[in-house]
């Protein structure tokens, strides 16, 4: 896991000594702490286990270990409450709930298709995520108990990966409906999808600005993976 300053300037390495993988990075809402997967690497099997540090790389500690299961895309609530996260121990994919400090799990969905990649709505009240349940990947919305399930996205292609903007007024996804990966922006609703990237490169990992006027994501539209980013608006 590395940082970098909105400029591209002071790239940071935050654990230079760790002797495996740790990706999916996520900052807590005061921007204090960023809870992440660690890979425990066993012989070429990965094990996937949350862990949270300090913003400068300090303090790692486990949160939530890998019992032959894997924890993944975990999510702070912007309340700071609790944590949204996908977890294999119901023998596929499903969006989790535990509180900030790792204790009282409980499943909020139970399909048996795949159901990925959470993230909240600021008012910590919904959960947007992905789902495989009606035959492709598509966006689903649920409150944040579980209830509510609800389809968003309706396209043969596969939309995937949702970020919910920090003013709530926008969601955006990563889609393959244009024959390459995108990113689109809908409304909360589903309503208003639009292609904002536009480019005939692969386009992945959207990140929100914290004022929802910009947007960051991966490309390898120069030819080799690299970090852009774009006025959206408001």
Request: glycine share 6%; charged share 25%; no cysteine.
């Amino acid at each position: 896991l590395w940082t970098v300053n909105v400029d591209g300037t002071e790239l940071t390495q935050l654990l230079p000594k760790a002797p495996v993988p740790q990706f999916d990075g996520h900052w807590s809402p005061d921007s204090k702490r960023i809870l992440f997967v660690y890979d425990i690497l066993q012989g070429t099997d990965g094990k996937l286990q949350l862990d949270v540090m300090n913003a400068d790389g300090s303090g790692q500690k486990n949160l939530l270990p890998h019992k032959n299961f894997f924890e993944e895309s975990p999510r702070f609530s912007p309340d700071g409450k609790h944590i949204a996260w996908t977890s294999t121990r119901n023998k596929n994919q499903d969006i989790w709930l535990m509180n900030a400090d790792g204790s009282q799990h409980k499943a909020l969905t139970n399909d048996l298709a795949i159901d990925n990649a959470p993230t909240w709505s600021p008012d910590s009240k919904q959960i947007a995520f992905a789902s495989a349940r009606a035959g492709n990947f598509d966006i689903w919305v649920m409150n944040a108990d579980g209830s509510a399930q609800k389809r968003l996205t309706e396209h043969p292609r596969m939309d995937t990966w949702p970020v919910w903007a920090p003013d709530g007024k926008h969601i955006a996804f990563i889609t393959n409906r244009d024959g390459n990966y995108e990113i689109y922006l809908m409304n909360p609703d589903g309503t208003e999808q639009r292609n904002v990237t536009q480019h005939p490169g692969n386009d992945h990992w959207a990140a929100w600005s914290p004022d929802s006027r910009r947007l960051a994501w991966i490309s390898n539209r120069d030819g080799e993976y690299a970090i852009f980013v774009a006025d959206v608006g408001k």
